[in-house]
């Protein structure tokens, strides 16, 4: 998938329209979902939990929290306009929206993700595109029986970690890198750390960076 986020945000007003495109560059159709969701980043107010500081809190969803599914042809684009207003109580320089195309469960997986801060819709034109920039990670085959292969997009120099594990929680292996600029593609040749292949089954994944948490499951022929 392809991304591109267009939009305008009237600073005075606290109103804006924010667009995105997602252009299927496979050789197959695929139906999913449209999100949109304005965030604000750096709340304080100490949870539960003890934790004081929230980053990337969900304001509101447009227009819910369901999307919307739609389905691209090959080599088609799909395009969702949404209205937003950012209110008075929020701080708009610490405001984004964020935009994400996502299969349905079981799989829940995203297919493309990007977010622009509101402060930088102000004057923009409705034809020009902003990068997507949006953390994320997924993996590209499931099951697999090579190789499992990812795909992590994380901030320029930051560190990650993928951990593998079998189904009782027993870490296999470990990989981590510093992320470069753009899509870093990770490998795990499904060996464990003694440079035994695993067996066929079903294990465990997770992905961790400053910014990103993520668990999954995959299969090994």
């Not at 500081?53 to 999307?67: A, S």
């Not at 389905?71 to 306009?81: F, H, L, M, Q, V």
Request: with cysteine; aromatic share 10%; hydrophobic share 35%.
């Amino acid at each position: 998938m392809t991304l591109t986020i267009t939009g305008s945000y009237n600073a005075g007003a606290n109103t804006g329209t924010i667009s995105a495109s997602y252009r299927n560059d496979s050789s197959a159709s695929v139906t999913a979902r449209f999100y949109f969701v304005v965030t604000e980043d750096s709340l304080y107010n100490v949870d539960p939990n003890g934790h004081a500081w929230h980053n990337h809190m969900g304001r509101d969803f447009l227009p819910d929290q369901t999307g919307e599914q739609v389905t691209i042809a090959a080599g088609a684009t799909a395009t969702r306009s949404r209205n937003f207003t950012i209110s008075g109580s929020w701080n708009e320089n610490r405001c984004a929206i964020a935009t994400w195309l996502q299969y349905d469960a079981p799989s829940r997986d995203v297919l493309q993700s990007g977010h622009v801060n509101i402060m930088n819709l102000v004057g923009v034109d409705e034809g020009k595109s902003v990068a997507a920039d949006l953390p994320f990670a997924r993996q590209v085959n499931n099951p697999c029986s090579r190789s499992a292969n990812f795909i992590i997009h994380v901030l320029e120099r930051s560190e990650y970690t993928v951990s593998f594990f079998d189904i009782t929680g027993r870490r296999l292996r470990m990989l981590s890198g510093i992320a470069l600029p753009g899509n870093n593609d990770v490998s795990w040749d499904l060996r464990d750390m003694n440079g035994n292949r695993v067996s066929a089954g079903i294990y465990l994944y997770r992905i961790t960076n400053p910014n990103i948490n993520k668990t999954g499951k995959l299969i090994v022929r």
